[in-house]
């Protein structure tokens, strides 16, 4: 069974630009969960979703950041415009119930670096 | 706010055995899991408690004491590829982790 994937690894733009980044979650997972790690903090939580509904979006840190699931299956994450503390370690995971003992699978993580 | 505090760093010696703690106090608890990072790759679950008391899953065991607010994670016969960030995380309500900062664990020959 294929694990949580994301896509980049590594993505390195200017500020002001706009960066996507995608998460495939595992087959048949219905949750699927965005968090972030800046430089030296701990990985906080921005979002998560039940299939293609917004479950709880109290961790985005502001209206520069767009999650979406359309269809329910992988989801994007698209920062427009970039700022320079945008840059960190952005995680996806993904648990099949929407229960708090359900362990979350997470993907390798995309690491952004705004310049 | 939540605060869930574990070592930055740790340094054991292989072969042997390490205890890596973790305190937190937050608003609500609804179980605490621990789960293991190397660089570059994504966490892998190890344990998971939500009741008092020890959870054992090989050379990995697990305690939880709700009344304290306190884990720690328990590593045995400890190996090279041990080596790894420890994240102690907790959920509070709904499905949100609240993360600590990570143990950084180096097992030296």
């Known amino acids: 069974e294929a694990g949580v994937t994301q896509f980049p690894s590594h993505s390195v733009i200017e500020k002001g630009q706009t960066v996507t980044l995608r998460c495939d979650p595992i087959s048949g997972h219905d949750n699927l969960y965005w968090y972030r790690r800046v430089m030296g903090k701990e990985i906080k939580f921005l979002l998560h979703f039940v299939k293609e509904s917004k479950q709880d979006e109290s961790g985005m840190p502001n209206n520069r950041f767009l999650a979406e699931r359309t269809g329910g299956t992988y989801s994007t994450l698209k920062v427009q415009p970039a700022e320079l503390e945008d840059s960190g370690v952005y995680f996806c995971a993904s648990s099949q119930e929407a229960l708090s003992t359900d362990t979350q699978y997470f993907g390798p993580g995309t690491r952004l670096t705004v310049l | 706010g939540q605060n869930i505090d574990q070592p930055t760093e740790m340094t054991a010696t292989e072969g042997a055995i390490v205890q890596i703690n973790c305190t937190y106090q937050?608003?609500?608890?609804?179980?605490l899991f621990w789960y293991q990072q190397h660089a570059g790759e994504a966490p892998t679950f190890l344990s998971y408690?939500?009741?008092?008391g020890l959870e054992e899953k090989g050379r990995f065991s697990s305690f939880l004491s709700r009344s304290k607010g306190y884990s720690y994670l328990l590593l045995k016969e400890l190996q090279m590829k041990d080596s790894a960030s420890y994240l102690c995380a907790v959920i509070i309500i709904g499905n949100q982790f609240y993360f600590g900062t990570g143990t950084s664990l180096t097992v030296i020959p």
């Open positions: 937050t608003s609500g608890f609804n179980g």
């Open positions: 408690n939500v009741l008092d």
